[in-house]
Structure formats: structure tokens, C-alpha cells
């Protein structure tokens, strides 16, 4: 076989047979756990070739790399991180670590106050991980000053997509209170004015000791946790809020679970305030079955009563919107 036929074949699915026909012709069903796996292996050697590259840069940048007790090491000087005690992705990385040791060195600086000890600057659940499993921490250690740490600590850990949208509410909320400058904000989260004011608003609209309660709520995006700040600020909701967070079951639930049961007891119960009646005919026949909500008006004809009436209501729709919308309009002659 020639390289141009091979390389043919192998766009047609049809290397070391020739004639026969590809997979597609076949009628064959592609298996897609295969290609899935396949996804998955080069995310993650994506993941390890930027690892390799911020190593380089870090060995070329003359940077040490140490291996530090944990107890010597403090966390940065503003917190990314909701962190709740039921969190299985922590569990896998002390598994991960226990098993393969630390694959990427966390970054901190020396502490600018206590000779001896350092200041981390991202990596904080890999220095957690070392705690627990009491080993020593791997640490690039670098000079930084307050600005250059958060900066740092926000854009490893959206190279990494590591912080849910809350967290990064959160961390925008805790930086200004810090009183850094926008533009530190804006680049410590790599994104706009407009977005460092949106999380922000968010943050303050949900009170810290629920957020914190709450946790990360990776699967939880904008649109939710704004739906949720706008349920705490009617009536009694707080309240309602801070005594559910302190139950036994609602702690055992992980950050989604709570999430989601806090929202599922905000929101208002709608079918409770549903009421029902019949619509009866003049000669006292019952027609209809209607339905009242607070969102809509369900209208149900007893086809056994009247056959067919439903069907004609339905023809008739058009006409009777149109009267509707016209009694809305009123005199357009300027009579009263």
C-alpha cells in the first residue's frame, strides 16, 4: 500500500483491509465510552503539559523549590475557598496524594512579618492534604509583594477552573474589603469591571455565615445563587435560612445538596396556594374544572358533559384575545 493509500485509509476508517468497508458504512455504533476515555486522557495530558511549563518558567525565574512542614506555612492573606467539612473532591486528592505523592508544587512567599515561616499563595488545598497525611509540602517559594500574591492565587486557580462562581464572588468581595484597587481585582479574576461589580453585589446579598454553611456549589452557577439572594431578601428568610443551616441532616448533605435544599425551602410552595372551582352551566351542567395559581389559570373541559367543547373554545381563541386586548385600549376619540 502506498502512503497516499494509507493515509486515505486511515481517514476512511479502513487501515489493513483495503476493500472493506469503514465502521460507518458497516452501520456500526461508535463506542462512545472509548472516545469519552479518550477525552479525558488528553485533558489531562493537556493539564500535565501545563504543569511541565510552569515549572520551566519557574526553574528559568531562578525560583527554589523547597520541601516545607505544613505547620510553617499560613494561608494567604485573603481566602478564595468556601470550604464545608462533606467535600469528596478533597477526599480524592488526599487519596491522590497518598498514592502518588504531590504532583504540582504550591507557590508561597516568605511571611512578611515571622522570620521562618512562609505565606501561601495558591495551593491551599495540596498544603491541607500534606497536614493531613503529615508530609512535607512541596513549595516554589518567591518573592511577592501583597498585590503580586493575590493576583497569583486568582489566576492559578482560574487556569486551573477551580473556583465555583460563588468562591469567586467571594474572593472579589474579600479583596476589596482588603481595600486592594480594582485593577488588582480585575486581574487577580481575569475579567472586567462590570464582572468585579457583579460579584461583588452578589457576595454582599448573601449573608457570610450561609455562604460558608453553603460551601463552593460547583454545580450551582450565576442565574441560582441570584435567585437565592433574591429569596433572602423577603420576609423572614434569613432567619428562615440560618435555622435550616444548623440542622444535623442539612450538615451531612455536601455543598450541591445544601445548596439546593436551601433554595427548595425558600421558594414559595405554589401548589398550596392553587385553589379550584367549577364553571356550571345555566342549566347546572358542570363544564369546566378551573384551576387558580399564582403563575397561571388552567381551564378543563369535561368532554363527557359537553363533547367537543373544548375543541370549539380552542377555534375561538384567537377572536376572544383580540376583544380582550381591545377592552384594554379604551376610546380613542377622546370621549370618556
Known amino acids: 500500500m502506498s502512503r497516499k493509500d494509507t493515509v486515505e485509509a486511515l481517514f476512511k476508517g479502513r487501515l489493513g483491509a483495503p476493500n472493506a468497508p469503514s465502521a460507518v458504512e458497516r452501520g456500526e455504533r461508535v463506542r462512545t465510552g472509548a472516545i469519552s476515555a479518550m ?162 453585589a452578589m457576595a454582599r446579598a448573601i449573608p457570610e455565615i450561609i455562604a460558608i454553611s453553603i ?30 443551616i444548623r440542622q444535623t441532616e442539612f450538615l451531612s448533605l455536601d455543598s450541591d445538596q445544601r445548596f439546593a435544599r436551601l433554595l427548595e425551602v425558600l421558594r414559595p410552595a405554589v401548589e398550596h396556594k392553587k385553589t379550584q372551582e367549577m364553571w356550571v352551566a345555566k342549566d347546572g351542567r358542570k363544564v369546566a374544572r378551573v384551576q387558580r395559581g399564582t403563575e397561571r389559570v388552567v381551564l378543563a373541559f369535561d368532554e363527557k358533559v359537553a363533547p367537543a367543547f373544548g375543541d370549539y373554545v380552542l377555534r375561538q381563541l384567537d377572536a376572544l384575545l383580540a376583544a380582550y386586548e381591545g377592552s384594554l385600549v379604551g376610546p380613542r376619540d377622546g370621549s370618556s
Not at 512542614?69 to 481566602?79: E, G, I, M, T, W
Not at 501561601?120 to 491541607?128: D, F, I, M, Q
Not at 493531613?132 to 486557580?157: F, M, P, W, Y
Not at 452557577?221 to 428568610?237: H, N, Y
Open 215 to 244: 460551601g463552593p456549589a460547583p454545580k450551582a452557577g450565576r442565574a441560582r445563587w441570584a435567585e437565592l439572594a433574591e429569596k433572602l431578601q423577603q420576609g423572614d428568610a434569613v432567619a428562615t435560612a440560618e435555622a435550616l
Open 39 to 200: 477525552g479525558a486522557s488528553l485533558a489531562q495530558l493537556s493539564e500535565n503539559a501545563k504543569t511541565v511549563a510552569r515549572l520551566q518558567d519557574q526553574i528559568s525565574a531562578g525560583d527554589r523549590v523547597l520541601e516545607l512542614d505544613p505547620a510553617d506555612v499560613d494561608a494567604s492573606l485573603v481566602s478564595d475557598r468556601l470550604m464545608i467539612e462533606v467535600d469528596p473532591t478533597f477526599e480524592a486528592l488526599v487519596v491522590s496524594m497518598a498514592e502518588s505523592g504531590q504532583q504540582v508544587p504550591i507557590l508561597v512567599r516568605p511571611h512578611p512579618t515571622e522570620a521562618g515561616r512562609y505565606q501561601a499563595a495558591y495551593g491551599h488545598r495540596r498544603l491541607r492534604a500534606a497536614s493531613r497525611l503529615k508530609i512535607k509540602v512541596q513549595a516554589v517559594v518567591r518573592t511577592l509583594s501583597d498585590a503580586d500574591l493575590v493576583v497569583a492565587q486568582g489566576k492559578e486557580n482560574l487556569e486551573r477552573r477551580d473556583l465555583s462562581f460563588i468562591e469567586r464572588a467571594w474572593f472579589a468581595r474579600r479583596l476589596e474589603d482588603r481595600g486592594f484597587d480594582r485593577s488588582v481585582v480585575i486581574a487577580a479574576l481575569s475579567c472586567d469591571k462590570a464582572d468585579v461589580s457583579r460579584y461583588v
